[in-house]
């Protein structure tokens, strides 16, 4: 990355900045390298720190870069598709699946999950909790709820704790017929529990994904996904031309 001097430019200072930086990263950088401190990069562009760490910020909420608590600021890996069509339907946990399970314990949906399950305020419920692994990373944390009722095996309570007790759930659940499953999207703010996993601060932008899954004429579970915004992207149908930058 070269000295260039940013002095004349009409545009404002930080998105011109953006744009040579960008285009540095695409030539001279590889992914996961750190970038050199904002001193020395302020240095070299001629840019007092505000506006690098303004160029640095768009570049990061584009997915560009990553901040890395401990680490500094390295170049970000290539977008995670996250397919939010209802076109190829499947019971969390089959075929390629590129959730891992972590735990599951029992426990009360919150009042707008308990609503979307039918189910009485207080009910217990098992809550799934899985990460996506992305570039030795976690990109998305999920809590899938699941009624009790509608996994009443003994394998699901029998299973040791951690992962394997979560398998087990998704195991009883798949025993299931699925009728179909819907999904929402929005844009939040991660909670300080998802923010741990996902190793951002809390209040960072991310993606939630609301998926419910229907059988037998009603909600069988409900999945709550928290994507990082800054490493995903939506898709559609599973297209990578109708892809959606966050």
Known sequence: ???????SVQEPKYQHLKTVIGEALDSDFAVGEILPNERELAARFGVARATLRQALEQLELEGRLQRRRGVGTTVAPPRVGVDVSTTQQAWPGVGDDAWEAQDSVLGTAPAAVARLLDTPAGEEVHLVR???IGEG?????????VPASAVAGPAADDAPAGPARARAV???LQHLALDGQD???ELGSARAEDAKELDRLPGSPVLVVTTR?????RTAAVS???YRADTCRLTFGGSADLAMAS
């Open 224 to 226: 709550v996904a928290t």
């Open 1 to 7: 990355m070269g000295t260039t001097q940013l002095g």
């Open 213 to 217: 899954y229907l059988s037998g004429g």
């Open 170 to 172: 998704l195991r009883e």
């Open 183 to 185: 999904r929402s999207v």
């Open 137 to 145: 990373q976690a990109v998305a944390a999920e809590l899938l709820y």
């Open 130 to 132: 899985r990460l996506r």
